[in-house]
């Protein structure tokens, strides 16, 4: 064998563990999604003490919000993942180089109740809606760059050439809809040295030997089918009420 043949088989090793870490994330993924739909669905009010429980609501600043560094929007929370591109041959991966995730105090309000979230126990899959790249004929912006900068990389190689970057940013903003896995305890705003007009509010905390789940995606926060009959079943039946009423009087 040459010296500068690379040998064929560490190709097909490197191929098979590329397949295993892509089938192995998405399968994270996909374990989060099923326990969140599996979860028992409630609104904030009609959740027990120390009951664990899904529920779906919007998102309420408590503090300042935190600016996202790729969107610069106002935010709960934001997670941002930066790619580079690596090549081996006649073949290319992308290589994670950056994550940087950052939360601010923040609760989750429905029609009958408001729930706080554990900041430092929750894991989350957020929707990943800023999408920025740079690359050859694309130089990375100021703020990529410094964003870069912050975590010790540069956008250029040591010859001046721009690397082939990838940049993924996703975010929970005021008033968007999620959903929430966790378990709740009842707690008076006057213990959370919080000022909120409610009586009392639903501390969210991670169940025992799991994470506190918290997700944006469309697919957690719809609600199932089930509950949307329920929904329109009692509808129908205040409708019915409104309608005897009126012809009793």
């Known amino acids: 064998m040459a010296d500068n043949e690379f040998p064929v088989h560490l190709f097909i090793i490197g191929g098979i563990l590329i397949v295993f870490i892509i089938a192995a994330l998405n399968n994270e993924k996909a374990k989060f999604k099923r326990r969140l739909k599996k979860s028992p669905l409630k609104k904030i009010g009609d959740i027990q003490d120390g009951e664990v429980v899904r529920f779906v609501g919007r998102v309420e600043f408590i503090d300042e919000p935190i600016i996202a560094p790729l969107s610069f929007r106002p935010s709960a929370f934001y997670y941002v993942e ?7 041959g006649k073949s ?12 601010a105090k923040f609760a989750i ?47 250029e190689g040591s010859f001046g050439f721009n690397k ?20 709740g305890h009842w707690i008076a705003p006057s213990e959370l040295d919080l000022d909120l007009p409610d009586e009392k509010i639903l501390v969210m905390s991670p169940p025992p030997n799991e994470p506190l789940y918290i997700s944006d995606e469309p697919e957690m926060t719809s609600l199932p089918d089930q ?21 009793l009087k």
């Open 227 to 247: 509950v949307k009959k329920e929904k329109r079943k009692k509808r129908t039946i205040r409708r019915n009420e409104k309608r005897n009423g009126r012809y």
């Open 82 to 88: 930066v790619e580079k591109k690596v090549k081996s």
């Open 109 to 155: 309000r429905d029609e009958n109740g408001i729930a706080l979230i554990d900041q430092e126990h929750f894991k989350s899959l957020v929707v990943m809606d800023e999408r920025h790249s740079s690359g050859t004929f694309n130089d990375a912006t100021e703020e990529l760059e410094a964003f870069l900068n912050s975590h010790g990389y540069q956008s």
């Open 164 to 183: 082939t970057l990838r940049y993924h940013e996703g975010v929970l903003e005021k008033d968007e809809t999620v959903a929430v896995l966790g378990q």
């Open 92 to 103: 290319s991966t992308w290589r994670t180089i950056i994550k940087e995730q950052r939360r």
